[in-house]
């Protein structure tokens, strides 16, 4: 997993948008990226991605800024701006990844908010949909994360988390993570799983 | 294409959960599902979803269902439930869609909204994590769809539609169905692109 795949959420409403950006940041940590930068008047998304990263492992980084628009200006890699007006995906996917995670380039990925200023599309190095039809900034991002590392990130592992999900066909189990590892050695100890 | 992949919709909180609602359908749609059903309290997010397909073009169907229980209950053919709790998708990805899309076995994707009932967990066919990460309900739907599909459903053409994105490097190209048919054989006429 690259050491510098970052999503930036442009833009947000506090009240309406923090739903939306919470679950852009929480997608961001899920599908493999090193963090999140929010709108600086996006805290309360902010902590609520904080506390499952405490929660359920990391690392993962959230970070406020009020300067995104320079953030974009002045990245030191790959900008990739998702949007319905973008090439199709499946046409540069495998470009962007040679051009980021591949050589360990800085990918950043924006996921528009409000509505994203017309001239950056042209400082975008890639405009990207995933489809071009209207649908949803968050489907957008893990499609498009998913197919960045080709499935790869559903196999992270996750550091310091204070619990673990163990796959089942049924039900639900939620063990602290020894637990966790000694299942994944074969050596499951039913005793300390803790239910939720 | 097949013709009988539904998401459900389970569960929905009027003013709270309309955007997420509005997303798990244009989500749905844009990725390959031949309908959505909502509870019968999520109009407001219907209507959104279908007015999008008559701009954009489908076919796609939106129902609202009071009977939401008896529908998985006594759906004929595959469940699959997605939940964090559940088993891996990239682990049975495979057999879900020999279940389902291959022989052309109706096929229920279940996003739960609400707190989903702890039986349900029985009797669905597939309880599927994508990720076992908490993140976003619209994420992981836009995941396994396109696992579902291996990708084809971007591909998918649409009937019917008002206006056509084409999909471009950089900035907004938005067209009549006509003038985009007419590009895909090589002889565009941009005289008739209308600009948003």
Redesign the interface.
Same mark, same amino acid.
């Given at each position: 997993m690259n050491d510098d795949v970052v999503v930036l959420r442009y833009g947000h409403r506090p009240g309406r948008d923090d739903?939306?950006t919470t679950?852009v940041g929480?997608?961001a940590?899920?599908?493999g990226a090193d963090r999140v930068i929010l709108p600086d008047n996006a805290g309360q998304s902010a902590e609520t991605i904080r506390d499952?990263t405490d929660r359920?492992g990391g690392p993962f980084a959230v970070e406020l800024r009020d300067d995104q628009r320079a953030l974009t200006r002045d990245w030191a890699g790959t900008v990739v701006h998702l949007t319905?007006?973008?090439? +199709? =995906? !499946?046409?540069v996917e495998a470009e962007i990844r040679a051009d980021s995670v591949d050589d360990g380039t800085p990918l950043l990925v924006v996921v528009g908010g409000e509505k994203v200023p017309?001239d950056f599309? *042209?400082e975008?190095d890639y405009?990207v949909? =995933?489809?071009?039809? $209207?649908?949803?900034e %968050?489907?957008?991002?893990? %499609?498009f994360l *998913? +197919?960045l590392f080709e499935?790869e990130?559903? *196999?992270r592992e996750?550091a310091n988390a204070e619990q =673990?999900?163990? $796959? !089942?066909?049924?039900?639900? +189990? %939620?063990v602290d993570p020894e637990a966790a590892d000694a299942e994944r050695v074969g050596d499951g100890d039913e005793d300390r799983e803790t239910e939720t």
């Open positions: 739903r939306m679950h929480l997608t940590r899920a599908l499952i359920f319905m007006y973008g090439e +199709r =995906v !499946q046409d017309f599309y *042209d975008a405009n949909g =995933v489809t071009n039809q $209207p649908h949803s %968050v489907a957008g991002l893990a %499609v *998913d +197919r499935g990130e559903l *196999d996750w =673990v999900v163990v $796959p !089942q066909e049924t039900g639900k +189990r %939620v």
